[in-house]
């Protein structure tokens, strides 16, 4: 993506705005917020699994996985975090993100190791917590694997929808294993019966600030 610049959002956390899109990375109204209310707590912590292994399409900031690995290296939990990106972020951008001021000094390190690892490898973040970054386009390539946790986090159907179209729902549901989680922060009803359609229940969740329901879906058995 050309053009981006870095803006702060209501909670005082920053998030990236794209012109040429007219879209956020994150919601003005908070961008940690609205990351932790939808991803962490709707998401990680609502998945069960031990290990996880989760897969996250749209890498962006990296604040999903900076959160993620905060919990999994505070914790026991076992991680292992796929990412997917097209349009990884260059270094300038990321180096001036604030998300570390909200968790501790200390964080920081964790935040730049999640940037600087090599891309399209395992690399170990914390002893729980395994990252492998993919630059890739899932319209195009998906990533092999099966997944306890989906973090579906593109941008919106309006802005990208190929995106969000049957193709790639099918391929999630063949990748997340028996009692996976989807979490997403979209609510359309496109988004609903995709997911339906593949073999998901749907759960309306009420939203962060600023977004009146997200959704949940969980797999079921064949």
Known sequence: MEMTEIILTADGSHTLFVPELNEHYHSVHGAIQESEFIFINNGFVACKADPVNILEIGFGTGLNAFLTALKSCAGTRKVHYTSVEKYPLPEEITDSLNY?????EDTRKIFYNLHSSPWNSEVTICDNFILKKIESDITNSFPDGSFDLIYFDAF????QPEMWNSEIFKKIADSTR????FITYSAKGEVKRKLRSNGFIV???PGPPGKRQIIRADKKAN
Do not use: A, C, N, S
């Open 100 to 104: 570390h001021i909200f968790k501790g």
């Open 156 to 159: 919106g159907p309006d802005k």
């Open 178 to 181: 028996e009692d996976g989680v």
């Open 203 to 205: 759960t309306m969740l």
